[in-house]
C-alpha cells in the first residue's frame, strides 16, 4: 500500500473511521473481559457470567455502568488536578495507538476510496512505541497523586517493569524491520503477502514473520504480556502484597478508565502482532487458496478479529495456568535473558542479510549460517553457571538466593528456649493452695 492514500480523506470521513476505531476498541473491551472470565471458568470447571443476557454477553457492560455510577471517592492527601488527569493519560494513548493499525485494504466508502486505517506514515511502528512509552506517566502520576505509600509501591514496580520489558519489545521489532524494509504498518503487510524469495535455497521462505522471524516473534509476545501487566508478570496488581498496585486510591470512573486502558493495551499489542507477525488483515495460507476474493470486501476485518481474538486467548490462558513471578525473578528474565537472546538475533539475521548480497556460493552461505547457529546453540547450552555452591553445613539456597527449611521440617528448638525453660522453677500446686488457704 502506497503512503499516499492517507492523508486525502474529507474531514467527515476521518470522523467516520475515528468514531469506528473507538466503537471497535470498546466492543472488544468489553467482549475481551467476558471471554477471559468464560475461559478461566471453563479452566476451573466453573460456568462464569451467565446472567446478563445471552451467555452473560452483557455481564461486562452492566460491570462498566455499575462503575461509571458509584460513589467518586478522592483522599484527602490527593494531588486533585494530577489524579484526575493520571487515568486520562493512561486512556488516551492506549486509544491513540490503534490509529495506525491496517484493518484492511483501501475501499469504496461514500464515493471515496480509503485504507481501512485512520493514518500511517513511515515511522508508524514508533508512534505504538511512544505511545505505550507515554502510558507510563499515567501509572506513575495515579500512584504519586494518590498520597498513599501502597499505590507509590505499585506505581514504581509498574514503571521499571514496562521500561525494562519495553526495551525487549523494541529490539524484537527491530528483526521486523531489517525484512520489511519499512517502519510503515501497511507495507510490513504488504511485504507479508508473498513468501521471501531467496537467491541461494531451492524454496521460497514463508511470507508470515512469525514463522520467518520465529526468535523475535516469541520475544515480543512474552514482552508483551509483560508491557500490560498481565498475570505470570502482574507485579505492579498483586493484590497480595500490593493491595491493588498503583490504583489502590481511585474508584468510580476513574477506575473503570484504568481498567479500560489495561484492556485496550491488551487489544493493541495483539493487533501491533497480527500485523508484524501474523500477516496483518490478510487470509491465513489455506484460506488463501479459495481466490483473491477473500482478501477483498468485509473479510480482512473478520481476519484481523481473528488473529487478534486468538492472541488475546494466549493471554488468557497464561492468566489462568501460571503463577506469579517473583520481582527479582521477573526483573532478570527481562535484562538477562530477553534482552541479550535479541541482541545475539539481531546480529544473526545481520549476517545473513549482508551474506544475501555477498558473492560466496549458496552452498557455502548454507554451511556458515548452520555452523554459527550450532556455535550458538552450544555456547547457550553449555555456558557456566554462576550459581554459588553451598558451604559444608549450610542451607542449600533457593533459587533467588534465599534459604529454605529443610524438608522434613525437623527445626532444632532454640538455645534461648531451653536457657528460659532452665531458668524456670517448678511451682508446687499443693503448696500455692495451702498459701492462699
Known amino acids: 500500500m502506497n503512503l499516499d492514500q492517507f492523508g486525502n480523506d ?4 476521518i470522523l467516520i473511521k475515528v468514531v469506528a476505531i473507538f466503537a471497535f476498541l470498546v466492543v472488544m473491551t468489553l467482549f475481551t473481559i467476558w471471554y477471559e472470565r468464560r475461559v478461566v471458568a471453563r479452566m476451573q470447571h466453573r460456568p462464569g457470567p451467565n446472567r446478563h443476557g445471552p451467555f452473560g454477553l452483557l455481564q461486562s457492560l452492566a460491570d462498566g455502568l455499575k462503575l461509571a455510577f458509584k460513589e467518586d471517592i478522592m483522599p484527602t492527601l490527593a494531588d486533585k488536578v494530577v489524579y484526575f488527569f493520571a487515568p486520562v493519560i493512561s486512556t488516551v494513548t492506549a486509544f491513540t495507538a490503534f490509529s495506525v493499525m491496517p484493518l484492511g485494504p483501501a475501499v469504496r466508502l461514500f464515493g471515496h476510496s480509503t485504507p481501512l486505517q485512520l493514518t500511517d506514515t513511515s515511522v508508524a511502528v514508533l508512534v505504538v512505541l511512544a505511545c505505550s512509552s507515554m502510558g507510563v506517566y499515567g ?3 495515579a500512584g504519586w497523586a494518590s498520597g498513599s505509600t501502597y499505590p507509590l509501591l505499585g506505581a514504581l514496580r509498574s514503571s521499571a517493569q514496562m521500561i525494562s520489558y519495553e526495551v525487549a519489545m523494541g529490539l524484537s521489532i527491530v528483526a521486523v524491520f531489517m525484512t520489511a524494509n519499512s517502519m510503515s504498518t501497511s ?3 504488504d511485504a507479508q503477502a508473498h ?5 541461494w535455497l531451492p524454496f521460497p521462505l514463508p511470507g508470515w514473520y512469525a514463522i520467518l522471524l520465529l526468535p523475535s516473534f516469541l520475544i515480543y509476545f512474552v514482552s508483551a504480556v509483560g508491557e500490560t501487566n498481565r498475570a505470570p508478570f502482574d507485579l505492579p496488581e498483586a493484590e497480595s502484597e500490593l493491595v491493588g498496585g498503583f490504583h489502590t486510591e481511585y474508584s468510580s470512573l476513574k477506575f473503570a478508565l484504568f481498567f479500560l486502558a489495561e484492556y485496550i493495551n491488551m487489544v493493541t499489542v495483539s493487533a501491533l502482532c497480527t500485523t508484524l507477525f501474523l500477516g496483518g488483515w490478510r487470509a491465513p495460507w489455506p484460506v488463501t487458496l479459495l481466490g483473491s476474493g477473500v482478501n477483498h470486501g468485509v473479510f ?4 484481523f478479529s481473528i488473529k487478534v ?3 488475546l486467548f494466549v493471554f488468557v490462558w497464561l492468566r489462568g495456568t501460571l503463577p506469579r513471578l517473583r520481582y527479582d525473578q521477573f526483573m532478570r528474565f527481562g535484562w538477562k535473558i530477553l534482552l541479550p537472546l535479541n541482541l545475539v538475533w ?3 539475521l545481520a549476517g545473513v542479510k549482508v551474506m544475501q548480497g555477498s558473492a560466496v556460493p549458496a552452498g557455502r552461505k548454507v554451511l556458515i549460517i548452520a555452523a554459527v547457529a550450532v556455535v550458538a546453540l552450544l555456547a547457550v547450552t553449555l555456558w557456566p553457571s554462576r550459581k554459588a555452591e553451598p558451604k559444608p553445613g549450610e542451607l542449600p539456597p533457593q533459587e533467588g538466593g534465599f534459604p529454605v527449611p529443610p524438608l522434613d521440617l525437623a527445626v532444632p528448638p532454640s538455645p534461648h528456649l531451653k536457657r528460659i525453660e532452665a531458668q524456670r522453677e517448678p511451682v508446687s500446686v499443693g503448696a500455692d493452695s495451702e498459701e492462699s488457704s
Open 346 to 348: 539481531i546480529l544473526l
Open 300 to 303: 480482512p476485518v473478520i481476519w
Open 10 to 13: 474529507p474531514w467527515w470521513l
Open 187 to 189: 507495507q510490513i503487510v
Open 309 to 311: 481474538l486468538l492472541l
Open 195 to 199: 513468501g521471501q524469495e531467496v537467491s
Open 139 to 141: 501509572v506513575v502520576l
